[in-house]
């Protein structure tokens, strides 16, 4: 996404030094505020930096929740978080649909589970049987009905206005892409597990959920605690050499 598209904080800044939007001020339909932006020190700024690093370090993939329940309020406030993230056009083109209902999870695991099946019976290429083998999936999801809570994400492709006319929403994957990333983070930090599941398809979340037809699926999130028993793949991350470059 360019930057005039994602960074409502950040107005573009003329030739001559001064505000470019303030040229096309007709053009500019929200008032500016002043930003309110926190400065820290160089050392304040790599200390939250590597904090914020060794915490999210620990972040792992769970498959073995706990049924143990987790305060809604948790969820409201990591949705919140994740409700600031950059978006095209600030058209914020994402809706969560938490789903807690019991009987609404059966559903959903015995809907996915078919899909899975299928995939994993017919569509999957073997090269991607390959790479999963190694972290021990298969098409049973118990998870889906264990875990506390299922976050359905729906990709938003426009919305209707006031006269019920559809309005284009813009960069609709890459938007809702850095929201899932920072409600993943958000949870994290609550003290939550999480995993991404994306059975293909997902047009199934939209008749469970009732969710409109111009909504997509983007993925199903699984949130709660991990049993005590839980355990990961023994897997490595890339190292820094490995995965950037500074030019």
Known sequence: M?????????PPVSEDGGNAQAVHASDVATSLI???????????????AVAFHMLMSKRRTVRHFSEEPVPQAVIEACLQSASTAPSGANMQPWHFVVVGDPEIKQRIRIAAEIEERAFYDHRAPEEWLTAVRRLGTDSN????????????????????????QQVKHY??????????????????NAGLATLTHTPSPMGFLNKILERPDYERPFLLLVVGY??????VPDIRRKTLDEFATFV
């Open 171 to 188: 960069y609709v994957s890459e938007s809702v892409g850095i929201a899932t990333g920072m409600l993943i983070a958000a949870c994290h």
């Open 226 to 231: 991990p049993t005590k028993d839980a355990a």
């Open 141 to 164: 999801k118990p998870f889906l009905e264990a875990a506390p809570y299922l976050i359905a994400i729906f990709a938003q492709r426009y919305h209707l206005d006031a006269n019920e």
């Open 2 to 10: 360019s930057q005039s598209a994602t960074d409502q904080s950040s």
């Open 34 to 48: 002043p930003l309110n932006f926190q400065f820290y020190s160089e050392a304040e700024m790599l200390d939250r």
